[in-house]
């Protein structure tokens, strides 16, 4: 009968070689919200307004084995002096890696940790543009594996 603190951290052994993946921390590391026209932006609008997004995901490695994954959403609505809101989230994660090809290093790292990340990322952006008066925006789910491919094209590294 196996014996363990019931969190699941008595399953693995020194011995086990099976590859790992490990959420040690999330957190907000900068969160911007403006809203530059208010109250006159808060009214109904005439049409609906251009919205704009930019996804940046960067990473540092912080020992062997962990990893800081930075997520960078930034957002507008409307454009100039009709710019209803902007936004800008830097949502970070410090990631266990263990038993890892270094191959597959760097997708694990640029692909699988900021699409765990995202979920929380894109629910702060929705609560902020709640809070300053508009309806939420849901940002459609990124397909980061081709972002990670448009950066390598980018490096000139296909």
């Known amino acids: 009968m196996a014996e363990g603190n019931g969190n699941g951290a008595g399953a693995q052994t020194q011995d086990d070689k099976s590859p790992q993946l490990t959420v040690l921390v999330q957190y907000a590391k900068d969160l911007s919200f403006e809203n530059p026209n208010a109250p006159r932006s808060l009214g109904p609008q005439e049409k609906q307004p ?18 800081e994954v930075s997520l960078k959403l930034e957002g507008s609505a409307g454009e100039g002096a009709d710019t209803l809101f902007r936004f800008e ?58 972002l990670y491919q448009q950066r390598m094209q980018q490096q000139g590294v296909a």
Request: proline share 11%; charged share 15%; hydrophobic share 45%.
């Open 50 to 67: 251009n919205i704009q997004i930019n996804v940046n995901v960067n990473a540092n490695p912080l020992s062997e084995t962990d990893f």
């Open 89 to 146: 989230l830097d949502y970070g994660g410090v990631f266990r890696l263990v038993n890892i090809p270094q191959e597959q290093l760097p997708l694990l790292v640029m692909i699988e940790c900021p699409r765990l990340l995202f979920p929380f990322a894109r629910q702060i952006v929705a609560d902020a543009i709640r809070a300053g008066g508009f309806p939420p925006l849901y940002i459609d789910p990124i397909d980061f594996g081709m």
